[in-house]
DNA sequence: CGGGATCCGTTACGATACTG
DNA sequence: CAGTATCGTAACGGATCCCG
């Protein structure tokens, strides 16, 4: 693991920063919002970041008790966010927030994995969702899957398979960061733009609401 | 200015760190927050950064609209945000929040200067404020001066000499850093490592009740 | 094939010195 | 005071190779 390069200062923000600010970090911190990831599925999100950046990134982010290292499945290792972790959530959503307000660059490229949507469409339905939602549902972007499971006044977004959604809802990366940056509205969204299979009679009526409640939080 | 290493995703969390995520960046920001200052006032708060590197980082910030560079009193200049730049207290905030997590280690040192108490303590002001307070105050942290004024239901904590303070507070960094990170409480902070002044009697009670709610939005 | 480690050219950083 | 110029060093990025 490299990393000399620290501010050491008093001051809170500089004590984030040298956690969290380098190259890189806040992207895999990003993606692991979606739950725990595989070295190349982080590898692959974040568009072919050099494998020894990624390695250093997460020996150092072990170290620091932000993420911790487990076996999965087959023999594989899977990494995901410790409690510590999990509460730089705030802080990417308002990264999210700020970001939304730039138009895109020339030559942008889409991300290489759909795990961001955890974090600002999951975060946005978190802080809109009111007590009397209750819904699951299966969102699938841009061909990948991710389930929102919205009850007791708290929602949480992650990626993988829906046991039984009341609603799937597919649709593209492009379509959702434009409504959510306000540039189509949710009425439209849902007729243009997104292909909406329901299972549960009068739940998709509840994802829209809390959609749309989502979609107000991106502009207050 | 040097060219720029960017990542050029669509994901607004990626467009975002395009603009404020190189290093020293957000401690910029972070001065800005206290209030216009000189390119030696940065250079001193952000403890030596080198003179190139600050050159760069404020051409690119005022290139992408988060600054902007005036003419100042005596033939000097000056930089300041602009609305845009304003926007990054939030992310500011959230990052004091999660910095405030970690003990400092062993060999971090206080910053050159206090600006950073700006967007720590304003903006906990700022969110923890009510209506009924107004009250004016000039603090002194390690001896250097800052006006807060709260009324109306918003707060603002600006670098400079207050007008007529209704009270002022004088105390250290450190003791300011403890008591937002809990380690003392209000009441004792008050008592042992603040000097207080009250010009309009009963308005140090405004502030004690502003303070302390303002305290408790670090922990919650 | 997943999960890295190693090497190497390129780029940014950091310190010092210097200038209008 | 407000930068520019230079230069050694550290980090990044891409490629290749290794190991279970």
Chains 1, 2 share one sequence.
């Not at 950046?53 to 594989?76: E, F, P, Y």
């Not at 389930?147 to 492009?174: C, F, H, I, K, N």
């Not at 306000?182 to 009068?202: C, K, L, S, W, Y």
């Amino acid at each position: 693991m490299a990393k000399v390069r620290s501010y050491k200062l008093l001051c809170p923000i500089a004590r984030a920063l040298d956690r969290i600010g380098d190259r890189w970090t806040l992207l895999i911190l990003r993606d692991l919002h979606a739950g725990p990831a595989r070295f190349s599925d982080l590898q692959h999100g974040l568009t072919g970041i050099a494998a020894n950046l990624l390695t250093d990134r997460l020996n150092k982010l072990t170290a620091d008790g932000l993420i911790s290292k487990d076996a999965g499945a087959h023999g594989t290792t899977l990494y995901s966010l410790t409690e510590m972790g999990r509460k730089t959530r705030g802080i990417l959503f308002d990264l999210a927030l700020f970001g939304g307000l730039f138009s895109p660059e020339a030559e942008v490229v889409e991300p290489g994995n759909m795990r961001t949507v955890a974090v600002t469409l999951g975060t946005a339905c978190q802080r809109a969702i009111t007590a009397d939602i209750n819904v699951e549902v299966q969102f699938v972007i841009n061909g990948e899957p991710f389930v929102l499971v919205a009850r007791d006044g708290r929602a949480l977004m992650q990626a993988g398979q829906a046991t039984a959604p009341d609603v799937v809802l597919e649709a593209s990366y492009a379509a959702l960061l434009s409504v959510s940056e306000g540039e189509i509205n949710m009425a439209q969204f849902a007729r243009d733009h997104a292909r909406i299979a329901v299972n549960t009679p009068g739940k998709e009526v509840e994802l829209m609401h809390l959609m749309s409640a989502a979609i107000a939080v991106f502009s207050r």
